[in-house]
């Protein structure tokens, strides 16, 4: 009588356990802002630190943005069932998360009519990975507005990178398709950067932040400043005064719909952009 033994199931696949260096690199990306850090940070702790965040990386304890620049997996720094439960996303998070990633507003039919879009690609609800711990859905990868301005952020400093333009529009609520690049403003000569995830990039302008007209928003990452709808409408009319971007005609329009038109003027005088503000009125 032949005997047939049950086959073992394939065992799960965990993470190695990161070593002394690594655990710090975690606890250093947990405290960054959009807890991003680049190599530079790790420095002080490690004899080569890019090859740190590499194997974190590979290991699934890090995601890698772009050349030099990671941010912690979802979950992904759980050293502990305590750390594990301190990580979980409260689903009023994910409601804000959910927020920013879909975009909510009125879907522009007039691009349809153009012929610019078929059909409303926005992401069916469900369609979304779920935290492995606590099994809630979270927004991964990180969208390019997210990680553009992490990136943009370990390069100048937290609070001297903001989202605009486009990228703007869409952590405003006013929808888009999803853009494969991410408009940046930093105060200092800065050359576009590539991305891991999005092939677009990161596409900067120089601009002394303080003269701006700013808010925050909701990003995958963590809060971010973009510039306000006001501001906004500006920078796009300034930027493409010829429409040659099918979606900024639309933007504007969208965005003044409910811009407080004091701020408008106030911004328009005090930035030398009177002639940009009437060719936006002449629009309307």
Same mark, same amino acid.
């Given at each position: 009588?032949? &005997?047939?033994?049950?086959?073992?199931?394939?065992?799960? &696949?965990? #993470? =190695?356990?990161?070593?002394a260096?690594?655990?710090?690199?975690?606890?250093?990306? !947990?405290? @960054?802002?959009?807890? &991003?850090?680049?190599?530079?940070?790790?420095? #002080?702790?490690?004899?080569?630190?890019?090859?740190?965040?590499?194997?974190?990386?590979?290991?699934?304890?890090?995601h890698?943005?772009?050349?030099?620049?990671?941010?912690?997996?979802?979950?992904? @720094?759980a050293?502990? !069932?305590?750390?594990?439960?301190?990580?979980?996303? !409260?689903t009023?998070?994910?409601?804000?998360?959910?927020?920013?990633r879909v975009?909510?507003?009125?879907?522009?039919? $007039?691009? /349809?009519?153009?012929?610019?879009? *078929?059909?409303?690609?926005?992401?069916?609800? +469900?369609?979304?990975?779920v935290?492995?711990?606590? +099994?809630?859905?979270?927004? %991964?990868?990180?969208?390019? $507005? @997210?990680?553009?301005?992490?990136?943009?952020?370990?390069?100048?400093?937290?609070?001297?990178?903001?989202?605009?333009?486009? =990228?703007? @529009?869409?952590?405003?609520?006013?929808?888009?398709?999803?853009?494969?690049?991410?408009?940046?403003?930093?105060?200092?000569?800065?050359r576009?950067? #590539?991305? *891991?995830?999005?092939?677009?990039?990161?596409?900067? =302008?120089?601009? #002394?932040?303080?003269?701006?007209?700013?808010? !925050?928003?909701?990003?995958?990452?963590?809060?971010?400043?973009? &510039?306000?709808?006001?501001?906004?409408?500006?920078?796009?009319?300034?930027?493409?005064?010829?429409?040659?971007?099918?979606?900024? %005609? =639309?933007?504007?329009?969208?965005?003044?719909?409910?811009?407080?038109?004091?701020?408008?003027?106030?911004?328009?005088?005090?930035?030398?952009?009177?002639?940009?503000? *009437?060719?936006? /009125?002449?629009?309307?």
């Open positions: 009588m032949t &005997t047939t033994s049950a086959t073992p199931a394939d065992p799960v &696949t965990q #993470p =190695s356990a990161p070593s260096v690594g655990r710090i690199a975690l606890e250093l990306a !947990t405290a @960054a802002p959009f807890q &991003t850090i680049r190599a530079v940070d790790l420095a #002080p702790f490690a004899v080569r630190p890019s090859a740190v965040l590499a194997a974190l990386a590979r290991d699934g304890w890090l890698r943005l772009a050349r030099g620049a990671y941010c912690l997996v979802p979950g992904g @720094a050293l502990s !069932t305590g750390a594990r439960e301190s990580r979980t996303t !409260t009023a998070e994910h409601d804000v998360r959910e927020t920013a975009r909510p507003g009125p879907f522009p039919a $007039e691009m /349809l009519e153009a012929g610019v879009l *078929d059909e409303d690609p926005r992401p069916a609800a +469900g369609s979304r990975p935290d492995p711990f606590s +099994g809630d859905p979270v927004p %991964w990868p990180p969208t390019v $507005e @997210a990680a553009a301005i992490a990136v943009a952020s370990t390069i100048h400093g937290h609070g001297a990178a903001v989202l605009s333009g486009l =990228s703007a @529009a869409r952590l405003l609520g006013i929808w888009l398709p999803l853009l494969d690049v991410a408009f940046v403003t930093v105060p200092s000569p800065q576009a950067l #590539p991305l *891991d995830d999005h092939p677009g990039g990161i596409n900067f =302008s120089q601009r #002394p932040l303080e003269n701006l007209a700013l808010e !925050t928003r909701p990003t995958d990452l963590g809060p971010a400043l973009v &510039t306000c709808p006001e501001q906004t409408m500006l920078d796009l009319e300034h930027a493409d005064r010829l429409h040659r971007n099918p979606f900024s %005609w =639309s933007v504007i329009r969208r965005l003044g719909d409910t811009c407080d038109r004091e701020l408008l003027d106030h911004l328009a005088r005090t930035q030398r952009r009177r002639r940009t503000l *009437d060719r936006i /009125l002449g629009l309307r």
